[in-house]
């Protein structure tokens, strides 16, 4: 049976996306239909739009998502019709060597970045969906494999925020940089990653958590985070630091915006022998410069962090428990709860760096 829904489109690379009649496929075995609940707009779909990373068009975007299994294919073990699922948007194969390591995070055959596999056509054509999910749209089909079952008591707004920012943020700090009690942390860059970041890190037992952004209009957000200090970003980033570190620069910086420039910022605003990680996804043509002798003689380690280098399998339900328990406190990250025409204005807001999420109701 055929279904029309409606989804956000772009039409082509820069237009303002709209909302438009799609057609979702039939339901193959081993797929589900989900009906979205709730949906983050999250800047890697702002980066897919506006160019800092390549894209096919026409385009669905959203892949921050939530909600409830309407129809199982055949073969489906994973959920049934009714149940609450968080959409991972880079479900893992659990075959290929990368996956065989146990770093399903890099899974060398999951979806990537618009795959076409949810065969969704738009004026019967094909349709792109950004991360391989196009949540921005009332209904996805979707593999089994990239659900992940929550309980039903927890609302569809958090549960959307684990399927990215949280777990990103999340697993940034427990599983890449690793933080450990009273270790000192900066975060560079406070929207719905930076903010889950700093959550973390004081989940983590960390004594000094330095808040990072390019406005004093984020510290209170921040604070409510659980950041115990807030700077705002300038030439004199680092002196601050050291001045808050006893002169040597913090254990830990974070990096959450995706940038060459504020990753170096993170760099320099490390201890000798500190660790750097970089969570934001930055465009392929913005260099990061360092010299060969700081590399060498600073001692510090950069890593990056891709989706929280985390098993979301294993880790959404643990942040789901944790949400519920009141462990993890996700309120505060969202600042605007919207309709799916309101998304175009929640993309202009977050290239100003206002606000934390955006989360679409449906
Ligand atoms: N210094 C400090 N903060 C900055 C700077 C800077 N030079 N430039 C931008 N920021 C801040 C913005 O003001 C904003 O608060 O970084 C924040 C980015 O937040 P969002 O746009 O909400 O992005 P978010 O969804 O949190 O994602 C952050 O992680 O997963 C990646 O692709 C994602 O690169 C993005 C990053
Ligand atoms: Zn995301």
Redesign the pocket.
Known sequence: MTRYFKGLVVRESGSRPAVAELRLPEVGPGQVRVRIRAA????????MLNG??RAPYPLVLGHEAAGEVVEAGRGVTRAEVGDRVVLNWQPACRNCWFCGRAEPWLCSTSSGIAALENGITLDNAPVHVGLGLGAFAQQVVAPENALIRVPAELDFDRAALLG??VL??TGAVRNTAQVAPGESVVV?????????VVAAARAAGASDVIA????EA?QGLAEAAGATDFL??SDA?SKEIRVRTAGRGADHAI?????A??IR?AWRATRRGGRVTV????SNDDLVQLSALDIFSSARTLRSSVYGAADPDIEIPRLAADALSGALPLDHLITDRIELTEVPEAFDK????????SVVQF
């Open positions: 983050g707009v999250c800047h890697s779909d702002l980066s800092t990373i990215c920012g990103t943020g560079i860059g406070l929207g719905g990653v930076g903010l889950a990072v952004d390019v406005t984020k705002v970003s980033l990096e959450c915006v995706g940038r420039a504020t910022a969570v934001g996804m930055g977050m290239a100003r760096g206002e606000g934390a999420r």
